[in-house]
C-alpha cells in the first residue's frame, strides 16, 4: 500500500523511537526506501541533542533560586489569603448595609443575616493566614542568621 509524504512524517517520531507497530515500521520502510524527501526528514530527526555542561557554581545557583522561590510561594500564598480574606468580609459587611432590612407588610423582619457570620469567618480566616505569614517571615529570618 502506498502511503503519502504527509502520513510517513506524521509516523516518522514513532518509527525513529521504535514505539509504532511493525506494521507501521514496515509501511514507513517501504516508502523511505522510495522516497529521498522523507528519508531527510528522518535524518533531521537523527540529530544527537548533547547534555549541556553545567558547572556546580551554576547547580548551586539554581538550587538557591529554587528555595527562595518555595519559600516566596508560601509567602505569597498566605499573603494573598489575608488579601482575600479581608476583601470578603468587607463585602459582606458593606452588603449586609447595602440590602437592608426591610419590615413586610405581614410584620415580618426580613435582613441577609447570613452575611455577619460569614463576614466574620472571613475574619477568622484573615486572621489565621495573618499568623501563618508571620510564622513563615519569622522562620525565614532564622534560617537566615
Avoid at 22 to 48: F, G, I, M, T, Y
Avoid at 99 to 107: S, T, V
Wanted: net charge positive; aromatic share 8%.
Amino acid at each position: 500500500m502506498k502511503l503519502s509524504c504527509e502520513v510517513i512524517k506524521d509516523l516518522l517520531p514513532l518509527y525513529y523511537d521504535k514505539v509504532c507497530s511493525k506494521d507501521s515500521s514496515l509501511l514507513v520502510e517501504e516508502h523511505l526506501a522510495d522516497c529521498p524527501q522523507c528519508r531527510d526528514e528522518l535524518q533531521k530527526l537523527n540529530v544527537n541533542l548533547e547534555s549541556p555542561a553545567i558547572s556546580n557554581q551554576e547547580v548551586k545557583l539554581m538550587e538557591n533560586i529554587s528555595a527562595k522561590w518555595k519559600k516566596d510561594k508560601r509567602v505569597s500564598f498566605t499573603r494573598g489569603a489575608m488579601l482575600i480574606s479581608a476583601l470578603a468580609a468587607i463585602i459582606c459587611f458593606v452588603s449586609y448595609n447595602i440590602i437592608g432590612a426591610k419590615l413586610l407588610p405581614d410584620g415580618t423582619l426580613v435582613e441577609p443575616f447570613a452575611l455577619i457570620p460569614i463576614g466574620y469567618l472571613f475574619i477568622l480566616f484573615f486572621i489565621i493566614s495573618l499568623v501563618f505569614n508571620l510564622i513563615f517571615l519569622v522562620i525565614a529570618k532564622l534560617k537566615k542568621k
